[in-house]
């Protein structure tokens, strides 16, 4: 299931889980607020979280932040109504969007044969809420276009949008002094699509923002946290995989011939899933 883990002085996340797609949510407790990164995708999910990291039973967080509108980032927000959530405006647009659906499985099965929901995500939905389908979607209090800077005391924490294929309104969260840069889910393709697919264009711009945070530790949503040297290979990997599919003109198969020359060796199974997302997205 879950464990929780600490990095540095201050920050805490809840790691993820997969059947039900359940991602990392973070923790920052300053000497005066605490900020939580994002919702999760129940209001189980986030009192899990909450009851883990704050001591006091009936302790919340001073402040949440979501990094974008996808369900398993946002549907936790009913449990906490005493805490201040912040968003994008964007995100916040595309979250009304989903104020009237209804979450009974007829209703998500339709939007999925309509293409308004994906597979994968109403099988999460369903495993995660078998017992009852009570889902609320709560809009945030506070939003905002660019950046903003949250002082905690002691710690701060730079939220900022940064778009990406994923989703055109993610937000990234930077906790300065723990120099660790939350990631959500920007750096991943695009799902809601008719193919899951990268862009050469969002890719590199999104790149460019996140390499200018002076970071030793990136946490994406739904993997474990990466080194400042794995963020790296990640990084060079959708660089050259980009530069490439521009210069062979989406051509797979002259894509994956230039990018075995660049590593000089086989390529693996994310190398060649990232080339077709790439060919998908041309």
């Known amino acids: 299931m879950h464990s929780i883990k600490k990095i ?4 805490w996340y809840i790691t993820p889980v997969s059947l039900t797609d359940r991602p990392i949510l973070g923790m920052v407790a300053g000497n005066n607020k605490t900020l939580m990164i994002d919702a999760g995708n129940s ?4 009192n899990y979280f909450i009851h883990k990291t704050l001591e006091h039973k009936s302790a919340t967080p001073d402040m949440v932040v979501l990094t974008h509108w996808h369900w398993d980032h ?14 994008s405006a964007q995100t916040r647009k595309e979250m009304e969007k989903l104020v009237p659906f209804s979450w009974s499985d007829e209703a998500i099965d339709e939007r999925v044969r309509e293409g308004t929901e994906i597979e994968f995500c109403a099988k999460a939905i369903k495993e995660e ?3 009852h389908r009570d889902i609320q979607v709560v809009l945030p209090d506070v939003t905002f276009d660019r950046r903003i800077e949250i002082d905690l005391g002691g710690v701060t924490c730079i939220v900022q ?6 989703a055109a309104d993610s937000v990234i969260v930077y906790v300065k002094e723990e120099k660790i ?7 991943y393709p695009k799902m809601y699509a008719e193919k899951v697919h990268y862009t050469v264009k969002e890719i590199l711009c999104l790149l460019d923002e996140l390499e200018a945070f002076d970071a030793d530790t990136y946490i994406p949503s739904h993997q474990r946290p990466w080194t400042k040297k794995e963020f790296r290979q990640e990084t060079d990997k959708l660089r050259m995989i980009a530069k490439f599919t521009d210069q062979c003109g989406g051509d797979k198969q002259k894509i994956m011939k230039e990018y075995q020359h660049y590593v000089n060796r086989e390529l693996k199974e994310d190398e ?11």
Not at 181 to 187: E, K, M, R, Y
């Open 181 to 187: 840069l939350f990631l959500g889910d920007c750096i």
């Open 74 to 87: 946002i549907f936790g927000l009913p449990a906490l109504p005493d805490t201040v959530s912040i968003a």
């Open 161 to 166: 949008h940064v778009g990406g294929d994923h």
């Open 43 to 46: 209001e189980d999910h986030a």
């Open 272 to 282: 060649l899933e990232t080339i077709a997302y790439f060919v998908n997205g041309y």
């Open 129 to 131: 809420y078998q017992g």
């Open 8 to 11: 540095g002085q201050s920050f």
